[in-house]
């Protein structure tokens, strides 16, 4: 039974981390419909970034919140003089960030060299819990618990606020929205500077177990597009079941077919577009 | 599409043949023109689905690879000349382009970019896994380049080069032939506008798939031709970096323009092994090139800086 | 929408772009402006037209290909540096003749890495070739090398390049797959560990790191519990871990690179595995690994060639001439750079600074002894495979760095070393 046990909590602790980073990106894809393959460069950014602060510092709680607000700020100069000037087509916007992509991936490689980095993890999460007769790391539970509370609180969010509405409003009808004498332009870019600001926080999370290093920026930036795709766009319940199945599929193929494990993710992938391209909760299309 | 550009193109690539064979060109260019060709022949193939169709994808690389890999086993068992092996990879990346799109066309828009890209993972995923056969990570090494029959080998640079050419140019014209049929015109009506297709009764989904079939088939060809030149078949081949790269250099040349996205490759090859080789920021600069290019040509560097000067007709 | 623009203005492009009306003209001009459009690409083609070979007096020039970016790069810089201060310690001259070390990144892509192969051997005119931290990418430059007659040294392990593919150009100056490996387990074997778990990248160093362990293993007795080879570049191994808790094994083998070591130790840590961590050479000891793992690294194993806790004197003077030249310490990447460099050295010095062509070159580098830092004499095998000392090394963390103290060392290490009965 024990073997059960910890491929779920792997699951779910690999989930929450998907989460974390997929939730931007939901809200980025869900509500302006813009394609950004670069999601995964301010993950990536974001760890580097919590790393050198908690280096310099020692203390975890600047080194979060570092990795957030230069995400923050980032996403916001990314969206506000780039990506508003290449319109809707769905490739343009491809091109453009993958070559944002491509920089910063070489930026990261002039500031902290090429090799790879794990940020420590903090003394008071240090250790394993007993679970059954295995260990299980008290980081990565800690990280569920935190992927799951930042669902609840995306959730009230998107349902119970002003904000909440004006995005909900806006995934489903932007002119609409626009109509009704919201600034979407202003919208556009705190939506996008949030999400991109919830990237970088995976990447101080996420940094601790994975790691960074050149190339975690495409691994996670495709999985980010995974969970997104299949959990359908600007659903938060939506993104939060299909990290946790996407991880689930990932874990178990890992332990129980390696073989198979790489094609896992793109069969299950091309199995809901292929069948139900809006995804499990999504109620527009990206088309 | 401009009528002296190809001729001009023919002309230096004639230029540079000769400087080959005389030995007035370093064998390295000679080397890097080979690879630039079959790039551009790589790339002329996703024009055709790009840029005339209006299908974005991003996994062509994988009929690239996968047109490699099937020449370079059945060049390990034995097969020496040149002709079969194009057919085999042909056939190959046809058959894979068969089941591709068959399940890729069942999407259009953003999804059909994005289902493109996850059914191109899928070879790449196979060549690594599947080391007894394809070598895994490390690929296939050691291919031996075949011969034209009748004992003309192409193991020299110039031979092989005088082969890409001829076999690029024959395809470049095969594939305007096709642009500039009457089922070229229904694919750039397809773009402009499935519906209104769909309406005067054409086959929209059936013009979509031979596009993609056929675009396949070029791709597959590209790929086993560069696999003879490097020797070596790999999961690099079939990367969704190969294929980012190949749909760039469409955007970058002028999607449905053929030759423009052809130039465009050319160049951005010969730009990373000049230039490029000079900094450890290669990828700095591809990227700046992307950004630069998506804000200020979006329509391709061919239309704005070539077409563009066409004299205006009232 | 027309994509035309206005007629430009000048004579000359006039006559290059309007369209006049006489049609013999129009031929004619035609073919003008193509002669003219070729004539410029031809200019600047005759730019590529290869320089003529070097004279005696020409610096040596020497070509290293190496995954200068991406996540081996910090163990590639290593290695550079390690073979760049083989040069410098002598002003970048040996017997009086000047070298010039050329640099390419390979981008750990086979393809690559034989194009900017091409260009170092074809354009920059270099007599020697090193390189690669990747054995896929050394085993594609091989042919490359031997083709072209240029001597080709590489530190990778792959056991092809002095066995199969051996070549009269090819040298490997490090340990091959299995000079570091049966030593290892023969030592920790004897050190009461029987039964292993192997471990290992799914790629061809993965493959034969760990299958040479195992071979040994069970050659003196022991047992192999599992074989689990998790792709390049995974980012999870906690599935892995999970399986293992009820494996009845007292020590897992990995063979891991960059990233993926780092990952792969901490996640060992944080599932609390209790079996034995051992490594191979490279993995703890390359560009900060062992330093970004903090605590825990203590009490892995490791094979390594060398260790900077060592007290010979060669050990200690290479030591402070690299922190001289650098304000750094050297790790074992390093020291590899180095002693490739050295050997290089020591090969023009025996040609007396004049290097007339690769054969020569490779005959003088087939011939090079010099002392090594560790205290050993360097020298090559009939397959131009060097011979090495193994030293068991435990890893600790204290005083905040990592340390690697040696346990026991093994000398002349060949590649056919068998353990002893």
């Not at chain 1, 931007?24 to 460069?41: E, F, Q, T």
């Not at chain 2, 014209?173 to 049929?181: K, M, W």
Request: proline share 4%; aromatic share 10%; charged share 10%.
């Amino acid at each position: 039974m024990s073997f059960w046990t910890s491929q779920l909590l792997n699951a779910l602790s690999f989930g929450a981390l998907l989460f974390l980073v997929s939730a931007g990106l939901s809200l980025i894809l869900g509500l302006m419909r813009i394609v950004s393959v670069a999601h995964g460069s301010f993950y990536m950014l974001g760890a580097y970034i919590a790393l050198a602060t908690l280096t310099a510092s020692h203390s975890y709680p600047l080194a979060i919140v570092a990795a957030i607000l230069t995400m923050l700020v980032l996403g916001a100069l990314l969206q506000r003089t780039l990506i508003e000037r290449v319109g809707s087509d769905p490739l343009r916007q491809v091109l453009l960030t993958f070559g944002f992509l491509l920089v910063v991936g070489d930026a990261a490689l002039a500031m902290w060299s090429g090799s790879p980095a794990i940020i420590p993890v903090p003394p008071f999460l240090a250790g394993s819990v007993a679970v059954g007769s295995a260990h299980y790391p008290l980081y990565r539970i800690a990280v569920i618990f935190l992927g799951l509370g930042l669902a609840f609180v995306l959730d009230r969010v998107q349902t119970g606020t002003h904000l909440g509405a004006l995005v909900r409003a806006g995934a489903d009808d932007l002119e609409m929205l626009s109509c009704m004498g919201v600034n979407v332009r202003r919208l556009f870019v705190w939506v996008f500077a949030f999400g991109t600001a919830l990237a970088g926080f995976g990447g101080a999370v996420g940094g601790v177990f994975l790691g960074v290093y050149p190339g975690v920026d495409l691994e996670i930036g495709f999985l980010g597009f995974v969970v997104v795709i299949v959990g359908g766009l600007g659903s938060i319940r939506g993104t939060l079941a299909a990290s946790l199945i996407v991880a689930l599929i990932d874990t178990l193929s890992k332990s129980l077919f390696p073989e198979i494990s790489l094609f896992a993710i793109f069969l299950l992938l091309i199995v809901v577009i292929a069948i139900r391209p809006t995804g499990l909760f999504g109620r527009r299309s990206l088309a | 599409m401009n009528r002296r550009a190809p001729l001009i193109v023919c002309m230096f690539l004639a230029l540079m043949l000769v400087g080959a064979w005389s030995g007035l060109l370093a064998s390295f260019y000679v080397g890097l023109l080979t690879q630039a060709l079959l790039t551009a022949l790589f790339v002329m193939s996703l024009d055709l689905l790009v840029g005339y169709t209006g299908l974005d994808s991003l996994g062509h690389a994988a009929f690239f690879g996968f047109g490699g890999y099937t020449a370079a086993l059945l060049s390990t068992h034995g097969v020496t000349n040149v002709f079969p092996l194009l057919l085999a990879s042909a056939a190959g990346s046809g058959i894979l382009g068969m089941l591709f799109g068959a399940v890729a066309l069942r999407a259009s828009g953003a999804y059909f970019l994005i289902i493109s890209m996850a059914l191109g993972y899928l070879p790449w995923a196979l060549a690594i896994r599947w080391r007894s056969v394809t070598g895994g990570s490390d690929g296939l090494p050691g291919l031996m380049r075949p011969d034209l029959g009748f004992g003309i080998a192409l193991n020299s640079d110039a031979a092989y080069f005088t082969f890409v050419t001829v076999f690029v140019i024959v395809c470049g014209i095969a594939l305007a032939a096709i642009g500039r049929s009457s089922f070229g015109q229904a694919l750039r009506g397809i773009k402009d506008s499935p519906s209104r297709m769909a309406a005067l009764g054409y086959n929209v989904w059936l013009h979509k798939y031979v596009c993609f079939i056929i675009a396949a088939v070029f791709a597959g060809m590209a790929g086993m031709l560069t696999g003879f030149y490097t020797g070596l078949v790999s999961p690099d081949d079939l990367s969704v970096s190969q294929s980012a790269f190949g749909l760039m250099a469409v955007i970058l040349g002028g999607a449905g323009t053929l030759l423009g996205p052809a130039i465009g490759a050319a160049t951005i090859i010969v730009i990373h092994f000049t230039v490029g080789s000079m900094t450890p920021y290669w990828n700095s600069m591809l990227g700046c090139i992307y950004i630069l290019v998506v804000l200020f040509a979006p329509r391709g560097i061919f239309r704005r800086f070539v077409l563009a000067r066409k004299v205006k007709t009232v | 929408m027309a994509e035309g623009g206005e007629c430009p203005k000048s004579y000359l492009s006039d006559i290059m772009y309007s369209k006049p009306n006489v049609p013999y003209t129009q031929g004619m001009i035609v073919l003008f402006r193509s002669a003219v459009h070729v004539v410029a690409a031809a200019a600047i083609a005759c730019t590529a037209v290869g320089a003529g070979p070097a004279s005696p007096s020409d610096p040596i020039k020497i070509g290293v290909i190496l995954p200068l970016t991406g996540s081996s790069a910090g163990v590639a810089q290593d290695l550079l540096r390690g073979i760049q201060l083989a040069f410098s310690e002598n002003g970048n001259t040996v017997s009086g003749r000047k070298v010039e070390i050329v640099t390419a990144d390979d981008q750990n892509t086979p393809a690559t890495a034989l194009t900017e192969a091409r260009r170092l051997v074809e354009n920059d005119k270099v007599s020697l070739l090193m390189g690669s931290l990747n054995s896929s990418v050394a085993l594609t430059l091989l042919p490359y090398a031997v083709r072209s007659q240029v001597p080709y040294i590489t530190t990778t392990i792959a056991a092809e390049i002095t066995g199969s593919k051996k070549s009269p150009y090819a040298f490997r100056s490090a340990a091959a797959a299995g000079q570091m490996e049966r030593p290892l387990a023969w030592l920790l074997h004897r050190r009461g560990f029987k039964s292993v778990i192997l471990m290992g990248s799914d790629y061809v160093a993965g493959h034969d790191s760990t299958g040479m362990v195992g071979a040994q293993f069970t050659a003196l007795g022991g047992s192999i519990v599992k074989s689990i080879f998790p792709p390049q570049g995974d980012t999870d191994y906690g599935p892995y871990f999970s399986t293992l808790g009820d494996a009845k094994a007292d020590l897992i083998y990995g063979y891991f690179f960059g990233g993926d070591t780092l990952r792969f130790v901490r996640q060992y840590r944080s599932f609390g595995v209790t079996q034995q961590l051992a490594m191979s050479a490279s993995t703890i000891s390359a560009a900060g690994v062992a330093q970004s793992l903090g605590k825990d690294v203590d009490g892995i194993l490791t094979a390594e060639l060398w260790s900077p806790t060592l007290t010979d004197p060669l050990t200690i003077a290479f030591e402070k001439s690299f922190q001289k030249a650098y304000g750094d310490s050297p790790q074992a990447t390093a020291r590899s750079g180095y002693v490739e460099g050295r050997l290089v050295v020591t090969a023009i010095g025996i040609l007396k600074g004049n290097v007339p062509n690769g054969l020569a070159f490779a005959q003088a580098l087939h011939d090079s002894h010099f002392k090594e830092p560790g205290g050993e004499m360097f020298s090559f095998d009939e397959n131009n495979n060097a011979t090495v000392s193994t030293r068991l090394v435990r890893w600790q963390f204290v005083d905040g760095k990592a340390t690697g103290k040696v346990l026991e060392t093994i000398g002349g290490v060949t590649q056919d070393w068998k353990a002893p009965r």
